[in-house]
């Protein structure tokens, strides 16, 4: 049985290291893309179990991700999106981009592995809701 695959989208690379680090040590395979390009390259190459996404990135930012995911990308909209960001309107994105699984940075450990764990064992893909403004 091989380990649950997770790939967090982040440009803190700092923290995503040290979120990689947690997962891994808890048995999850883990990737670390640093922007939403390459996070949309990674997701390309093998896609994961789940994806932990920042929402202000440069080059592409998560709900631009998101929207490639969703609709440009077959196979991919299965797949479920952990929304982090320290951003006040976090709740607003996360129901444009259609997410239940979302955290305000700085996270709680316990919390991000249990919203893992959710996510995974839910397997609810975002539901895209475009008609909410950010």
């Not at 049985?1 to 680090?21: G, R």
């Not at 909209?77 to 444009?96: K, N």
């Not at 979302?102 to 397997?123: I, S, T």
Request: proline share 8%; glycine share 6%.
């Amino acid at each position: 049985m091989t380990a649950p695959s997770v790939l967090i989208v982040d440009d803190d690379i700092d923290l995503a290291w040290i979120t990689a680090e947690l997962l891994q040590q808890e048995g999850y395979d883990v990737r670390v893309a640093r922007d939403g390009e390459e996070g949309l390259r990674l997701l390309r190459e093998n896609m994961p179990d789940v994806l932990i996404l920042d929402v202000e990135m440069p080059l592409l930012d998560g709900p631009s991700v998101a929207k490639r995911m969703l609709v440009e990308d077959c196979g991919m909209e299965e797949i479920p999106v952990v929304l982090v960001s320290g951003i006040a309107d976090l709740a607003v994105v996360a129901r444009r981009v259609g997410t239940p699984y979302v955290l305000g940075k700085p996270f709680d450990v316990g919390r991000l592995l249990a919203m893992v764990r959710n996510a995974l064992a839910e397997r609810r893909p975002p539901e895209p809701h475009p008609e909410v403004s950010a």
